[in-house]
């Protein structure tokens, strides 16, 4: 019976007998993005449904560490009270930066305006922060603190574009796994303001009217299909494509180089196919977020990266998702962390980094790791000479990162790419305007649907320049966006381009 | 009256009040693409039209070198003159690595077997080649030669992956500009079909039925709108999108580094977002053809590129167009093609390449780069270390390549990605069976659609695998595909999946 569906291809509505629902407003997926879409259109006024594949609330937000990337205005309680003055013309310059070539101006220019506003909502949603600041470098902190450096805000070329500010907010609780804490808070608004959820229910198609506007939804649940009228507009909330191989292999095949897809099982392009197939464009479907989670401890940060030629690649202080990046496109397999005695610890061990060689001298590693004569000891006597007098001319990383790496032992660590832990998830989506409208190439919109999310292209969508906390951001502050639009029919959308 | 059609929004069947004139195939665009698929359709007893938005055929075939990548089977008549024999599992081979990680298998086996044959029909087209073969390294012939190696046969890895052969073949002329010469025969043979076309006419929209099937097509010519009816199919050959600077900026940014896009002035990506509308699915959107033509003189070979940070990059006698695409991946402007008094010969001057420095020693020209010392130098060092014992380890250039750079005066030759000449055209689009047939994102066709040329994504889909004359060798054969299976109205395409 819904093999007849396909996520591309819209069900028309002259070939709806009956509707079994109508909503004004139907939410395709309960992550971050669909819990604060849910809580702007019900608060609006809208009577809205929220369409759910997985049993419960959460979606990959749930599994995240719950960062979210806030700041501007002069700068968060959490920001101030660690002495930091976040300018709104810093975040906007970094986000443009983190953005890429293709960065969204106008997404960006609203985000940098209303974050601080943002969080205030959040804090009014129920969501506590702890507003202490950690400041060492982490991926995220394993105690109830707030603040953290979640990005590449001190490392160059970001530092030379904005006046650094940590900009990484977690929920406070003890332990990693923040999502499921904000998560949580968000369901129980939504739960509050007494807005229906389908739980274990898909959807199967769109439905659109003469025009081609979106009007409606073919649900599948329990056995049954279920078609719902959506008045007002439906918004798709379902998560980016990282767990559908194959289209990962249409769109972005290097990030197959990894084996590690982070996300839920709904991360399968559903959202972004329904889009598609109504009209909405799909940008900068190859980019993707990739990490090599290899701090803390931090102290590994003054060690330096090399690919199987021996060659740096990157300012090892930028942000781990950069780094990441970075390996990635470097040709073969072998990537190396170099560290001597005294910047030795231990990676964290679901970093899958191991020992590749060893040795007393630079000399003997380089010939341990098989490498010719004079390139893996070239590297580190350009690096050393430098780091002892506080640059790094090649590839500016921050001077209380430098170090020569002259105390032996010596050691290279092994980040294979086909073996070391290179978590990523990926970045491109529908294209929407900052009211959450799915647009098609012409950036018309697409009368009745809305996106936030992964399911968007959004604030993160490059990976050299992706943050930790971005996503979260995007999801949180879009999702609501497309919400309170969605809720006033398209309205509120007019008026602005008005 | 035309502003109210856009390529991605499909007219629907109900709201055509007229039909203007019918054809059983209707080709968009009068490249080497379209003129094969109007032959063969004419051939096979169809009433055929080509739209050509120009006041003549050519497009951006015309405007190519011409050569055709042709081979396998044993040999083309060129390549076994040549002393050559080209195995079609090579061939297979080499197109798979060609075609990146997601290479198209089945029109890569298709082609690999079929490709002596259709050398075959290009020469019964009238296509006339001298069959005589060049081994010096070239963009292409300045006489009337025509086999030339025309990829990266010769380089590692694809020397690996399987055994070398030369396979650009290009049509007899003296100096430049085959492909005009191409053109020009094709489209008599298309004349001689008798198959009208419509100059100076664009497609406003694709015209759908109730089932989503393709039935015809908008026109827009000398100010009036006509509407034509597609019996069996709609064939779009109207090139890529690199024109389309903004939507190259919206799928591959990257490309903006270089100012110089090819092709001809329809190559805006109407053709990919009037499949994109009514269904297809388009792959590999950020991929591109990227150029960096600093030979002949092959002698250049010898030397070595580094980027900003005096690292080398690429294996250097490796085709241009991989060597390009590396140079474009390299973080900064600052590309540098280093040489000593042997190897040094004057670039073509259409290059654009320039001399940043030269001195008496390798110290010398990396202080006038104003690199860090010990950078490039110990670069040259290692290179020229190993040269002298005729290997490369690191990147492995082929031994014929190798001499150390030792004979002063030295240069380092000014290949900016901001000032020398960085051509470079798309290579994602439709997703298309062997058949032609246009696919949405489950690989189910499209019905009525079929598609050829730079409108899909097709043999050459990687831009570190491009080779000259994959771009003609698809167009052309691809091409003839579609036009045989459209004029069976699908009958052909069925019998084949059966």
Chains 1, 2 share one sequence.
């Not at 953290?148 to 160059?156: D, F, V, Y």
């Not at 392009?269 to 909405?280: D, F, H, T, Y």
């Not at 590749?356 to 010719?372: C, F, K, T």
Request: aromatic share 8%; glycine share 12%; charged share 20%.
């Amino acid at each position: 019976m819904s093999s007849e569906y396909s996520p591309t291809r819209p069900v028309h509505l002259s070939d709806v007998r009956h509707w079994d629902a109508e909503h004004d407003v139907v939410i395709v997926g309960f992550g971050a993005a669909g819990a604060c879409a849910a809580i702007e259109a019900a608060t609006a006024g809208a009577d809205t449904l929220i369409v759910e594949r997985a049993s419960s609330h959460g979606g990959t937000s749930a599994l995240s560490g719950g960062e979210i990337y806030l700041g501007g205005s002069g700068g968060t309680p959490a920001q101030r009270q660690a002495g930091f003055h976040d300018d709104t013309e810093d975040l906007y310059r970094y986000l443009m930066l983190a953005g890429g070539p293709d960065a969204d101006d106008a997404k960006v220019r609203l985000y940098a305006e209303q974050s601080l506003a943002h969080h205030d909502w959040l804090v009014a949603q129920g969501v506590t922060y702890k507003n202490t600041f950690l400041p060492e470098r982490m991926v995220e902190p394993e105690t109830d603190d707030c603040l953290i450096w979640s990005g590449s805000e001190e490392a160059w070329p970001f530092s030379d574009a904005a006046k650094p500010c940590p900009r990484g907010h977690t929920p406070q609780m003890q332990g990693w796994g923040g999502g499921r804490v904000l998560m949580d808070v968000l369901a129980a608004r939504v739960a509050a303001l007494g807005v229906p959820v389908r739980y274990d229910t898909r959807v199967l198609a769109l439905i659109v009217d003469d025009a081609g506007a979106v009007c409606g939804a073919v649900l599948r649940a329990y056995g049954a299909t279920v078609f719902v009228r959506a008045r007002r507009a439906v918004i798709l909330c379902a998560g980016g494509f990282v767990m559908n191989r194959d289209m990962v292999r249409r769109h972005a095949p290097t990030l197959l180089r990894s084996a590690d897809p982070i996300g839920s099982p709904g991360d399968d392009g559903s959202g972004i196919r329904l889009g598609i197939g109504v009209g909405g464009a799909a940008i900068h479907m190859n980019e993707g977020f990739v990490s090599l989670p290899f701090y803390a401890p931090e102290s590994l940060i003054r060690g330096i990266f090399v690919n199987g030629r021996g060659q740096r690649f990157v300012n090892e202080d930028c942000y781990h998702g950069r780094t990441g990046h970075h390996a990635l496109q470097q040709p073969g397999d072998r990537i190396f962390l170099l560290a001597d005695q005294a910047v030795f610890r231990e990676p964290p061990a679901f970093a899958r980094i191991g020992i590749a060689a060893a040795g007393e001298s630079w000399e003997e590693v380089e010939r341990d790791l098989q490498m010719p004569a004079g390139t893996l000891t070239a590297t580190v006597d350009t690096y050393n000479r430098h780091a002892a007098a506080g640059v790094d001319p090649l590839f500016h990383k921050a001077a209380k990162w430098l170090k020569p790496l002259d105390e032996p032992p010596f050691v290279a660590l092994d980040c294979r790419i086909d073996y070391a832990f290179y978590p990523h998830f990926t970045l491109g989506g529908l294209d929407t305007l900052p009211t959450g409208q799915v647009v098609d190439d012409t950036r018309t919109p697409v009368r009745g649907l809305y996106a936030a999310g992964r399911t968007t292209c959004g604030l993160p969508r490059w990976g050299a320049g992706y943050s930790s906390g971005l996503s979260l951001a995007d999801a949180t502050f879009f999702g609501r966006q497309a919400g309170r639009h969605a809720a006033s029919g398209g309205r509120e959308a007019l008026r602005e381009a008005a």
